[in-house]
Protein backbone atom coordinates (compact mmCIF):
# COMPACT_ATOMS: atom_id res chain seq x y z
CA UNK A 1 0.00 0.00 0.00
CA UNK A 2 2.65 2.42 0.30
CA UNK A 3 2.88 2.35 -3.27
CA UNK A 4 -0.51 3.67 -3.48
CA UNK A 5 1.42 7.33 -2.90
CA UNK A 6 2.59 10.08 -5.15
CA UNK A 7 5.69 11.93 -4.83
CA UNK A 8 5.62 15.64 -3.45
CA UNK A 9 9.15 16.21 -4.31
CA UNK A 10 12.74 16.12 -1.95
CA UNK A 11 12.65 18.66 0.86
CA UNK A 12 15.65 19.00 2.89
CA UNK A 13 16.92 15.61 1.66
CA UNK A 14 13.61 14.20 2.43
CA UNK A 15 11.33 12.76 0.20
CA UNK A 16 8.25 14.07 0.53
CA UNK A 17 5.06 11.51 -0.61
CA UNK A 18 1.37 11.97 -0.30
CA UNK A 19 -0.94 8.62 0.26
CA UNK A 20 -3.71 8.15 -2.45
CA UNK A 21 -6.20 7.72 0.61
CA UNK A 22 -6.08 11.48 0.73
CA UNK A 23 -7.57 11.83 -2.92
CA UNK A 24 -10.99 9.77 -1.06
CA UNK A 25 -10.90 12.76 1.66
CA UNK A 26 -11.32 15.24 -1.44
CA UNK A 27 -14.22 13.54 -2.71
CA UNK A 28 -15.69 13.17 0.62
CA UNK A 29 -14.73 17.20 1.34
CA UNK A 30 -16.33 18.03 -2.46
CA UNK A 31 -19.59 15.76 -1.45
CA UNK A 32 -19.94 17.80 1.49
CA UNK A 33 -20.52 21.05 -0.42
CA UNK A 34 -22.89 19.30 -2.55
CA UNK A 35 -24.78 18.20 0.45
CA UNK A 36 -24.41 22.00 1.78
CA UNK A 37 -25.20 23.27 -1.64
CA UNK A 38 -21.98 25.66 -1.31
CA UNK A 39 -19.26 26.43 -3.90
CA UNK A 40 -16.95 23.56 -4.67
CA UNK A 41 -13.99 25.12 -4.05
CA UNK A 42 -14.59 25.39 -0.34
CA UNK A 43 -14.75 21.87 -0.36
CA UNK A 44 -11.13 21.52 -1.91
CA UNK A 45 -10.20 24.39 0.55
CA UNK A 46 -11.03 21.95 3.56
CA UNK A 47 -9.49 19.42 2.29
CA UNK A 48 -6.42 22.11 1.75
CA UNK A 49 -6.79 22.88 5.49
CA UNK A 50 -6.47 19.69 6.70
CA UNK A 51 -3.53 18.78 4.56
CA UNK A 52 -1.84 21.75 5.90
CA UNK A 53 -2.11 20.47 9.43
CA UNK A 54 -0.65 17.01 8.70
CA UNK A 55 2.00 19.38 7.62
CA UNK A 56 2.22 21.82 10.07
CA UNK A 57 2.66 18.44 12.86
CA UNK A 58 5.49 16.72 10.51
CA UNK A 59 7.63 20.00 10.28
CA UNK A 60 7.27 20.21 13.57
CA UNK A 61 8.41 16.39 13.54
CA UNK A 62 11.04 16.64 11.18
CA UNK A 63 13.07 19.41 13.63
CA UNK A 64 12.96 17.28 16.37
CA UNK A 65 14.24 14.71 14.52
CA UNK A 66 16.59 17.28 13.64
CA UNK A 67 17.63 18.05 17.20
CA UNK A 68 17.96 14.62 18.24
CA UNK A 69 20.19 13.50 15.37
CA UNK A 70 17.65 11.69 13.64
CA UNK A 71 18.07 11.47 9.48
CA UNK A 72 15.05 11.01 8.01
CA UNK A 73 15.31 9.04 4.30
CA UNK A 74 11.36 10.08 3.50
CA UNK A 75 7.54 10.85 5.07
CA UNK A 76 4.82 9.28 3.98
CA UNK A 77 1.66 11.69 4.95
CA UNK A 78 -1.83 10.23 5.51
CA UNK A 79 -4.82 11.45 7.05
CA UNK A 80 -3.62 10.65 10.33
CA UNK A 81 -0.17 12.00 10.14
CA UNK A 82 3.01 11.50 8.70
CA UNK A 83 5.02 8.13 8.70
CA UNK A 84 9.02 8.54 9.07
CA UNK A 85 11.47 6.34 7.33
CA UNK A 86 15.13 6.47 8.73
CA UNK A 87 18.27 7.21 6.38
CA UNK A 88 20.30 4.74 8.20
CA UNK A 89 19.68 2.43 10.92
CA UNK A 90 21.69 4.34 13.73
CA UNK A 91 18.90 7.16 12.84
CA UNK A 92 16.41 4.07 12.76
CA UNK A 93 17.84 3.56 16.51
CA UNK A 94 17.87 6.80 18.18
CA UNK A 95 14.31 7.27 17.29
CA UNK A 96 13.48 4.26 18.75
CA UNK A 97 14.95 5.20 22.13
CA UNK A 98 12.90 6.72 24.80
CA UNK A 99 14.20 10.02 24.44
CA UNK A 100 13.64 10.09 20.93
CA UNK A 101 10.46 8.22 21.09
CA UNK A 102 8.84 10.93 23.58
CA UNK A 103 9.98 13.70 21.38
CA UNK A 104 8.86 13.16 18.34
CA UNK A 105 5.42 11.60 19.89
CA UNK A 106 4.72 14.88 21.76
CA UNK A 107 5.78 17.97 19.58
CA UNK A 108 3.30 16.71 16.70
CA UNK A 109 0.15 17.08 18.75
CA UNK A 110 1.68 19.75 20.32
CA UNK A 111 2.16 21.34 16.73
CA UNK A 112 -1.72 21.05 15.77
CA UNK A 113 -2.58 22.88 19.44
CA UNK A 114 -0.67 25.66 19.14
CA UNK A 115 -1.70 26.35 15.82
CA UNK A 116 -5.11 25.98 16.43
CA UNK A 117 -4.71 28.37 19.75
CA UNK A 118 -2.92 30.83 16.99
CA UNK A 119 -6.09 30.60 14.79
CA UNK A 120 -8.70 30.43 17.64
CA UNK A 121 -6.85 33.92 18.19
CA UNK A 122 -6.59 35.76 15.16
CA UNK A 123 -10.05 34.67 14.31
CA UNK A 124 -11.26 36.35 17.92
CA UNK A 125 -9.13 39.22 16.98
CA UNK A 126 -10.19 39.81 13.72
CA UNK A 127 -13.82 38.66 13.68
CA UNK A 128 -15.48 38.77 17.59
CA UNK A 129 -18.37 38.04 16.49
CA UNK A 130 -17.51 34.77 14.84
CA UNK A 131 -19.06 32.01 17.07
CA UNK A 132 -15.88 28.89 17.15
CA UNK A 133 -18.26 26.88 19.50
CA UNK A 134 -21.16 26.73 17.13
CA UNK A 135 -21.89 23.66 15.14
CA UNK A 136 -20.81 22.05 12.80
CA UNK A 137 -17.39 22.38 13.90
CA UNK A 138 -15.78 21.03 10.64
CA UNK A 139 -17.31 22.44 7.70
CA UNK A 140 -17.01 23.84 3.95
CA UNK A 141 -18.45 27.09 4.93
CA UNK A 142 -16.47 28.43 7.57
CA UNK A 143 -12.85 27.02 6.42
CA UNK A 144 -11.01 29.14 9.46
CA UNK A 145 -12.89 27.70 12.42
CA UNK A 146 -12.67 24.47 10.17
CA UNK A 147 -8.85 25.06 10.92
CA UNK A 148 -9.10 25.24 14.49
CA UNK A 149 -11.28 22.40 14.88
CA UNK A 150 -9.01 19.99 12.40
CA UNK A 151 -5.92 20.69 14.29
CA UNK A 152 -7.80 20.14 17.62
CA UNK A 153 -9.01 17.10 16.41
CA UNK A 154 -5.86 15.75 14.61
CA UNK A 155 -4.00 16.35 18.54
CA UNK A 156 -6.70 14.47 20.24
CA UNK A 157 -6.30 11.64 17.56
CA UNK A 158 -3.03 11.67 18.31
CA UNK A 159 -3.29 10.57 21.96
CA UNK A 160 -5.19 7.85 21.65
CA UNK A 161 -2.61 4.61 22.52
CA UNK A 162 -3.38 3.05 18.95
CA UNK A 163 -0.57 2.30 16.81
CA UNK A 164 0.59 4.22 14.54
CA UNK A 165 -0.64 7.25 16.40
CA UNK A 166 1.92 9.44 18.84
CA UNK A 167 0.74 7.82 21.98
CA UNK A 168 0.44 4.61 20.38
CA UNK A 169 4.32 4.90 19.21
CA UNK A 170 5.14 5.50 22.99
CA UNK A 171 3.35 2.22 23.84
CA UNK A 172 5.44 0.46 21.38
CA UNK A 173 8.47 2.06 23.22
CA UNK A 174 7.20 0.34 26.03
CA UNK A 175 6.68 -2.95 24.20
CA UNK A 176 10.50 -2.97 23.14
CA UNK A 177 11.75 -2.91 26.75
CA UNK A 178 10.65 -6.39 27.58
CA UNK A 179 10.74 -7.57 23.87
CA UNK A 180 12.53 -7.13 20.41
CA UNK A 181 11.93 -4.05 18.40
CA UNK A 182 10.54 -5.92 15.54
CA UNK A 183 7.94 -8.11 17.96
CA UNK A 184 7.00 -4.44 19.61
CA UNK A 185 5.87 -2.97 16.64
CA UNK A 186 4.07 -6.17 15.60
CA UNK A 187 2.21 -6.22 18.81
CA UNK A 188 1.61 -2.46 18.78
CA UNK A 189 0.52 -2.37 15.14
CA UNK A 190 -2.19 -5.57 16.05
CA UNK A 191 -3.33 -2.81 18.65
CA UNK A 192 -3.74 -0.20 16.20
CA UNK A 193 -5.64 -2.47 13.82
CA UNK A 194 -7.73 -3.44 16.52
CA UNK A 195 -8.53 -0.17 17.67
CA UNK A 196 -9.32 1.28 13.88
CA UNK A 197 -11.71 -1.11 13.40
CA UNK A 198 -13.17 -0.98 16.96
CA UNK A 199 -13.83 2.77 15.93
CA UNK A 200 -15.45 2.10 12.21
CA UNK A 201 -17.86 -0.42 14.16
CA UNK A 202 -18.64 2.27 17.02
CA UNK A 203 -19.64 4.88 14.37
CA UNK A 204 -21.59 2.12 12.06
CA UNK A 205 -23.14 1.37 15.47
CA UNK A 206 -24.22 5.29 16.14
CA UNK A 207 -25.90 5.28 12.81
CA UNK A 208 -28.70 2.82 14.08
CA UNK A 209 -28.70 4.89 17.17
CA UNK A 210 -32.06 7.02 17.01
CA UNK A 211 -29.45 10.10 18.04
CA UNK A 212 -29.71 11.61 14.69
CA UNK A 213 -27.95 14.81 15.60
CA UNK A 214 -25.20 12.69 17.53
CA UNK A 215 -24.49 10.56 14.53
CA UNK A 216 -24.50 12.78 12.06
CA UNK A 217 -21.43 14.57 14.55
CA UNK A 218 -19.72 12.01 14.87
CA UNK A 219 -20.45 8.66 12.93
CA UNK A 220 -18.24 10.00 9.41
CA UNK A 221 -15.06 11.05 11.78
CA UNK A 222 -15.67 7.97 13.56
CA UNK A 223 -15.72 5.58 10.30
CA UNK A 224 -13.12 7.64 8.67
CA UNK A 225 -10.67 8.24 11.31
CA UNK A 226 -10.87 4.16 12.38
CA UNK A 227 -10.37 3.55 8.65
CA UNK A 228 -7.05 5.40 8.56
CA UNK A 229 -5.74 4.21 11.49
CA UNK A 230 -6.11 0.75 10.62
CA UNK A 231 -4.37 1.48 7.15
CA UNK A 232 -1.77 2.76 8.82
CA UNK A 233 -1.17 0.57 11.44
CA UNK A 234 -0.86 -2.34 8.18
CA UNK A 235 1.40 0.04 6.59
CA UNK A 236 3.75 -0.34 9.88
CA UNK A 237 3.36 -3.55 9.62
CA UNK A 238 4.01 -4.12 6.31
CA UNK A 239 7.31 -1.99 6.72
CA UNK A 240 8.52 -4.07 9.83
CA UNK A 241 8.05 -7.13 7.92
CA UNK A 242 10.39 -5.61 4.77
CA UNK A 243 12.90 -4.62 7.62
CA UNK A 244 12.98 -8.03 8.95
CA UNK A 245 13.16 -9.59 5.07
CA UNK A 246 15.71 -6.87 4.30
CA UNK A 247 18.27 -7.49 7.09
CA UNK A 248 17.98 -11.66 7.20
CA UNK A 249 17.79 -12.17 3.37
CA UNK A 250 21.69 -12.47 1.97
CA UNK A 251 22.86 -11.36 -1.16
CA UNK A 252 23.54 -14.96 -2.61
CA UNK A 253 19.84 -15.47 -1.56
CA UNK A 254 18.95 -12.73 -4.59
CA UNK A 255 21.71 -11.68 -6.72
CA UNK A 256 20.90 -12.60 -10.58
CA UNK A 257 23.79 -15.49 -11.19
CA UNK A 258 22.47 -15.47 -14.92
CA UNK A 259 23.53 -12.14 -16.23
CA UNK A 260 25.45 -10.47 -18.98
CA UNK A 261 28.89 -8.50 -18.64
CA UNK A 262 30.88 -6.10 -21.01
CA UNK A 263 34.19 -5.31 -21.73
CA UNK A 264 36.01 -2.24 -21.39
CA UNK A 265 37.18 -2.25 -25.16
CA UNK A 266 33.63 -3.09 -26.03
CA UNK A 267 32.28 -0.34 -28.87
CA UNK A 268 29.27 1.25 -28.16
CA UNK A 269 27.32 -0.46 -31.33
CA UNK A 270 28.62 -3.90 -29.79
CA UNK A 271 27.13 -2.84 -26.44
CA UNK A 272 24.15 -1.42 -27.61
CA UNK A 273 23.38 -4.97 -29.47
CA UNK A 274 24.40 -7.19 -26.69
CA UNK A 275 21.85 -4.91 -24.56
CA UNK A 276 19.41 -5.50 -26.82
CA UNK A 277 19.65 -8.95 -25.85
CA UNK A 278 19.69 -8.73 -22.23
CA UNK A 279 16.45 -8.17 -19.70
CA UNK A 280 18.99 -5.84 -17.74
CA UNK A 281 19.40 -2.53 -18.08
CA UNK A 282 22.89 -1.86 -16.09
CA UNK A 283 25.72 -3.92 -16.76
CA UNK A 284 28.73 -4.78 -14.75
CA UNK A 285 32.36 -4.11 -16.54
CA UNK A 286 34.77 -6.85 -16.37
CA UNK A 287 38.52 -7.61 -17.85
CA UNK A 288 40.46 -10.57 -16.80
CA UNK A 289 37.84 -11.73 -14.23
CA UNK A 290 38.04 -8.37 -12.38
CA UNK A 291 35.55 -5.75 -12.43
CA UNK A 292 36.22 -2.11 -13.38
CA UNK A 293 33.04 -0.25 -13.88
CA UNK A 294 29.09 -0.41 -14.39
CA UNK A 295 27.57 0.93 -17.65
CA UNK A 296 23.93 1.54 -17.83
CA UNK A 297 21.72 1.11 -20.95
CA UNK A 298 20.62 4.80 -21.26
CA UNK A 299 24.63 5.67 -21.03
CA UNK A 300 25.24 3.75 -23.80
CA UNK A 301 22.18 4.88 -26.06
CA UNK A 302 23.18 9.46 -24.48
CA UNK A 303 26.85 8.16 -25.61
CA UNK A 304 26.00 7.12 -29.28
CA UNK A 305 23.27 10.22 -29.70
CA UNK A 306 25.91 12.43 -28.70
CA UNK A 307 29.27 11.68 -29.32
CA UNK A 308 29.53 8.88 -31.73
CA UNK A 309 30.54 5.37 -31.38
CA UNK A 310 33.67 5.09 -29.04
CA UNK A 311 34.50 2.58 -25.98
CA UNK A 312 32.96 1.43 -23.02
CA UNK A 313 35.93 1.96 -21.29
CA UNK A 314 35.07 5.95 -21.87
CA UNK A 315 31.49 6.25 -20.34
CA UNK A 316 31.62 3.34 -17.51
CA UNK A 317 31.10 4.39 -14.38
CA UNK A 318 33.63 3.76 -11.69
CA UNK A 319 31.92 4.54 -8.90
CA UNK A 320 30.52 1.32 -8.05
CA UNK A 321 30.85 -0.96 -3.91
CA UNK A 322 31.19 -4.86 -4.26
CA UNK A 323 29.66 -7.25 -2.50
CA UNK A 324 30.05 -10.35 -0.91
CA UNK A 325 27.65 -12.97 -1.33
CA UNK A 326 27.18 -13.46 2.85
CA UNK A 327 26.20 -9.38 2.67
CA UNK A 328 22.80 -8.83 4.45
CA UNK A 329 20.36 -7.17 1.73
CA UNK A 330 19.36 -4.71 4.12
CA UNK A 331 22.99 -2.81 4.09
CA UNK A 332 23.58 -3.39 0.27
CA UNK A 333 19.93 -1.46 0.21
CA UNK A 334 21.15 1.34 2.70
CA UNK A 335 24.66 1.31 0.21
CA UNK A 336 22.81 1.81 -2.89
CA UNK A 337 20.55 4.61 -1.90
CA UNK A 338 23.55 6.83 -0.44
CA UNK A 339 25.72 6.09 -3.45
CA UNK A 340 22.93 6.09 -5.76
CA UNK A 341 24.06 3.24 -7.15
CA UNK A 342 21.49 0.73 -9.78
CA UNK A 343 23.63 -2.14 -9.37
CA UNK A 344 26.23 -4.22 -7.20
CA UNK A 345 28.31 -6.54 -8.29
CA UNK A 346 28.50 -9.46 -5.95
CA UNK A 347 32.04 -10.87 -5.83
CA UNK A 348 33.63 -14.05 -4.16
CA UNK A 349 37.58 -14.37 -4.66
CA UNK A 350 38.05 -11.65 -6.67
CA UNK A 351 35.82 -13.13 -9.63
CA UNK A 352 31.64 -11.68 -9.90
CA UNK A 353 29.26 -14.45 -9.27
CA UNK A 354 26.17 -12.32 -9.23
CA UNK A 355 24.96 -8.72 -9.85
CA UNK A 356 22.20 -7.06 -7.80
CA UNK A 357 20.11 -4.49 -9.06
CA UNK A 358 17.18 -1.86 -8.15
CA UNK A 359 15.09 -3.55 -11.34
CA UNK A 360 15.87 -7.29 -9.70
CA UNK A 361 14.91 -6.17 -6.26
CA UNK A 362 11.40 -4.96 -6.84
CA UNK A 363 10.83 -8.03 -8.37
CA UNK A 364 12.34 -10.05 -5.64
CA UNK A 365 11.12 -8.10 -2.48
CA UNK A 366 7.50 -8.98 -3.04
CA UNK A 367 8.07 -12.78 -3.23
CA UNK A 368 10.50 -12.66 -0.76
CA UNK A 369 8.17 -10.96 1.87
CA UNK A 370 5.18 -13.78 1.53
CA UNK A 371 8.10 -16.31 1.61
CA UNK A 372 8.32 -15.29 5.35
CA UNK A 373 5.29 -14.93 5.54
CA UNK A 374 4.92 -18.70 4.66
CA UNK A 375 8.14 -19.96 6.54
CA UNK A 376 7.27 -22.15 9.90
CA UNK A 377 8.90 -20.04 12.73
CA UNK A 378 11.35 -22.33 14.61
Known sequence: MRGWSFP????????????????????????????????????IGLWLVLLSAVGAREIARTIAAAYHRISLRSILLLPIGGLLSYADPESGERASTAPGQLSLSIVGPLANLLLAALLAGLIHGASPHVDLLSRPWITPTH?????????????????????????????QTSFSRRQGAAEAKRAASGIGRIFG??????????????????????????????FFIAIGAQLE??????QSVVDTVHMRDVMLTDFATMSPSDTLEDALHRSIHSLQDDFPVVRAAKIVGVVS??????????EGNAYVQGIMSRAFQVAQPDDSLGTIIRRMR???????????????VGVVTLQNLMHSMGPLSEQRKLRPTS
Open 197 to 226: VGAMVAGLALLALPLPALSAALSPWLIAGG
Open 143 to 171: LMRSAVWLNLALALLNCFPAYPLDAGRLL
Open 297 to 306: RQSILEALRG
Open 237 to 242: DQGVLY
Open 8 to 43: LGRWFGVDLRIHAFFLILLAFCLFSTSVANVAGWRG
Open 338 to 352: RGRMALVPVAEAGRV
